[in-house]
């Protein structure tokens, strides 16, 4: 059953393209997360971008996971209301986020929240918002170094930005965030790239905190860099793919040994030549920024080939001897999840018997739950 682990033995009666994920993979990659820190569960804050979902945020606190990272105040709040204890919103709040940022920090109190910024004019303006509400809020430096993203640059006087934060009285700072998703090539350069640029910036945070009366925290990585980022003392690692892993990220990071535990699940609606089927699953149902070889992997057969994409159709060619009829079900890996994830209301769970046995809604694909 290895080869199909993800063969669906019971009847399939849920309108397809559905999402199907699996448990004890699920599962065996959270258990894998963990073996990579030693057993240190303090030093995960996982991305909960990818998965988006309450139930495997429960599966986090079961075990020991208790803080994580993520990129909207749908995601923050979704982690609050599964009581996560500490939460680090990676993405500066700027305009009406500020509201909404003090609104979900008054109505959980019980979670202790974080954010980031990169520059003063955000700094200021976060502690205004939160002197006018007597509240102190947690912020961590965004540092840009090299994927041009966000973050104030590491070539600039970052050291002078966090001189300038610090007197801002309703303003805690509280370290350092560092996302380099740029970052490629095989575990050996990766680290190399990383390690060059971590040491430079460690030396200088540990200059700072002997100007400190507590010890700045370091937020790290993400997939492509935690293997490095989960040897180093006082850093937590924020990789978040790991829960249903991808064909990009099991082709591209082999070293971490994650298990794919997500599929997409079609249907063969079509045969519209001798050697072409058209399945269900169009652009509305995967992600598909990259070109079409790397949108998704049929799982059933290696000679069914994507060759054409549209909002409801995928044309796929049959070069192989297997033959195909409308109404068969097609399994398929996608190239990347946290996109594809997003584009469905629920997923459907399935067992270790292989049998769809729950359904756990992604709640936070939402921009907004209550706040």
Same mark, same amino acid.
């Given at each position: 059953?290895?080869?199909?682990?993800?063969?669906?033995?019971?009847?399939?009666?849920?309108?397809? @393209?559905?999402?199907?994920?699996?448990?004890?993979?699920?599962?065996?990659?959270?258990?894998?997360?963990?073996?990579?820190?030693?057993?240190?569960?303090?030093?995960?804050?996982?991305?909960?971008?990818?998965?988006?979902?309450?139930?495997?945020?429960?599966?986090?606190?079961?075990?020991?996971? =208790?803080?994580?990272? *993520?990129?909207?105040?749908?995601?923050?709040?979704?982690?609050?209301?599964?009581?996560?204890?500490?939460?680090?919103?990676?993405?500066?709040?700027?305009?009406?986020?500020?509201?909404?940022?003090?609104?979900?920090?008054?109505?959980?109190?019980?979670?202790?929240?974080?954010?980031?910024?990169?520059?003063?004019?955000?700094?200021?303006?976060?502690?205004?918002?939160?002197?006018?509400?007597?509240?102190?809020?947690?912020?961590?430096?965004?540092?840009?170094?090299?994927?041009?993203?966000?973050?104030?640059?590491?070539?600039?006087?970052?050291?002078?930005?966090?001189?300038?934060?610090?007197?801002?009285?309703?303003?805690?700072?509280?370290?350092?965030?560092?996302?380099?998703?740029?970052?490629?090539?095989?575990?050996?350069?990766?680290?190399?790239?990383?390690?060059?640029?971590?040491?430079?910036?460690?030396?200088?945070?540990?200059?700072?905190?002997?100007?400190?009366?507590?010890?700045?925290?370091?937020?790290?990585?993400?997939?492509?860099?935690?293997?490095?980022?989960?040897?180093?003392?006082?850093?937590? *690692?924020?990789?978040?793919?790991?829960?249903?892993?991808?064909?990009?990220?099991?082709?591209?990071?082999?070293?971490?040994?994650?298990?794919?535990?997500?599929?997409?699940?079609?249907?063969?609606?079509?045969?519209?030549?001798?050697?072409?089927?058209?399945?269900?699953?169009?652009?509305?149902?995967?992600?598909?920024? =990259? @070109?079409?070889?790397?949108?998704?992997?049929?799982?059933?057969?290696?000679?069914?080939? @994507?060759?054409?994409?549209?909002?409801?159709?995928?044309?796929?060619?049959?070069?192989?001897?297997?033959?195909?009829?409308?109404?068969?079900?097609?399994?398929?890996?996608?190239?990347?999840? *946290?996109?594809?994830?997003?584009?469905?209301?629920?997923?459907?769970?399935? =067992?270790?018997?292989?049998?769809?046995?729950?359904?756990?809604?992604?709640?936070?694909?939402?921009?907004?739950?209550?706040?």
């Amino acid at each position: 059953m290895q080869n199909n682990w993800w063969k669906i033995n019971s009847e399939i009666s849920i309108d397809t @393209p559905f999402l199907a994920v699996y448990q004890d993979r699920i599962q065996a990659n959270i258990d894998r997360l963990i073996e990579s820190v030693n057993g240190d569960t303090q030093k995960l804050r996982p991305h909960i971008k990818t998965h988006k979902i309450g139930e495997i945020l429960d599966l986090f606190k079961t075990c020991n996971i =208790n803080k994580i990272k *993520c990129a909207t105040i749908a995601e923050a709040e979704l982690a609050a209301i599964h009581e996560i204890q500490d939460v680090l919103l990676a993405y500066q709040p700027v305009g009406a986020k500020k509201e909404r940022w003090i609104a979900l920090i008054q109505k959980y109190p019980n979670t202790a929240f974080s954010t980031i910024v990169d520059n003063l004019d955000s700094a200021k303006a976060l502690n205004q918002i939160a002197e006018k509400n007597h509240l102190k809020l947690t912020v961590y430096l965004d540092l840009n170094t090299g994927m041009n993203r966000t973050g104030i640059s590491i070539h600039k006087n970052w050291k002078a930005l966090i001189d300038e934060i610090l007197p801002l009285k309703n303003i805690h700072f509280a370290g350092i965030h560092i996302y380099d998703g740029h970052l490629k090539g095989d575990v050996e350069e990766r680290t190399a790239a990383a390690s060059n640029l971590f040491f430079s910036i460690n030396e200088e945070v540990e200059a700072i905190n002997k100007k400190l009366d507590y010890e700045l925290k370091i937020v790290a990585g993400g997939s492509n860099t935690f293997p490095f980022y989960a040897t180093q003392k006082n850093v937590e *690692c924020s990789p978040g793919t790991f829960v249903f892993w991808d064909s990009n990220y099991q082709t591209n990071l082999p070293e971490q040994e994650f298990k794919p535990a997500l599929v997409i699940v079609g249907t063969v609606i079509s045969k519209p030549t001798n050697t072409t089927l058209c399945v269900d699953i169009g652009y509305k149902a995967v992600s598909s920024e =990259n @070109p079409i070889d790397k949108r998704l992997v049929i799982l059933n057969d290696e000679n069914l080939i @994507p060759i054409s994409h549209s909002e409801e159709h995928l044309i796929v060619e049959n070069r192989g001897k297997n033959e195909y009829v409308i109404g068969d079900t097609i399994y398929a890996q996608p190239y990347h999840v *946290c996109p594809t994830c997003a584009l469905y209301d629920s997923v459907q769970v399935v =067992n270790a018997a292989h049998e769809i046995c729950d359904q756990w809604q992604v709640a936070a694909r939402s921009r907004k739950i209550n706040i």
